[in-house]
T-cell receptor, first 113, second 115 residues
């Protein structure tokens, strides 16, 4: 069974702090993703990576960056946290095959005060 | 750009009845895939069912079936014989061509099953 692990379930940070959200998957998936989930907006894609050191912007990349130095690990970085980045952050991975579903971590609820 | 629309923010259904969750999509690609996920109050995202654009038959997985109407660009999820444990948020998602790895999600529909 695929396991996607996010390092923190809850985080509280102050405005202006640099924040790191870590995600590790154990199924050798090439593709990894960061989404944020907000009520009424569903899941919106922030960034994704289709291979080590490769990344592409999603729909809402502003204020975020990512790092993928190893295949199993995909990090989301908030360079200078702001209150409008308070949200649930979901990491996911999937195989290259077209019908492969996303496998999600349990999410990190980030509050920026 | 892909767009997924779920027009029902919330629904109530009586236990043991069937419920249909609407999903429409917009894409100009002939090859795409449609997914449904369930998110209970615990927050985990559970994959339910997949339909490929070239699949000849509607997908089914246990009590879940996908009513795929390609010409209307709709991919409605049908849950038969609802159970209390079906109370959750449900998301429709779409993948573009096979070399487009990302999935786009709708806003979700909250289903509450009443005893």
């Amino acid at each position: 069974d695929v396991k996607v692990t996010q390092s923190s379930r809850y985080l509280v940070k102050r405005t202006g702090e640099k924040v790191f959200l870590e995600c590790v998957q154990d199924m050798d998936h090439e593709n990894m993703f960061w989404y944020r989930q907000d009520p009424g907006l569903g899941l919106r894609l922030i960034y994704f990576s289709y291979d080590v050191k490769m990344k592409e912007k999603g729909d809402i990349p502003e204020g975020y960056s990512v790092s993928r130095e190893k295949k199993e690990r995909f990090s989301l970085i908030l360079e200078s946290a702001s209150t409008n980045q308070t949200s649930m952050y979901l990491c996911a991975s999937r195989d290259r095959e077209g019908n492969s579903p996303l496998h999600f971590g349990n999410g990190t609820r980030l509050t920026v005060t | 750009a892909q767009k997924i629309t779920q027009t029902q923010p919330g629904m109530f259904v009586q236990e043991k009845e069937a419920v249909t969750l609407d999903c429409t999509y917009d894409t100009s690609d002939p090859s795409y895939g449609l997914f449904w996920y369930k998110q209970p109050s615990s927050g985990e995202m559970i994959f339910l069912i997949y339909q490929g654009s070239y699949d000849q038959q509607n997908a089914t997985e246990g009590r879940y079936s996908l009513n795929f109407q390609k010409a209307r660009k709709s991919a409605n999820l049908v849950i038969s014989a609802s159970q209390l444990g079906d109370s959750a948020m449900y998301f429709c998602a779409m993948r573009g061509p096979p070399n487009d790895y990302k999935l786009s999600f709708g806003a979700g529909t909250t289903v509450t099953v009443r005893a």
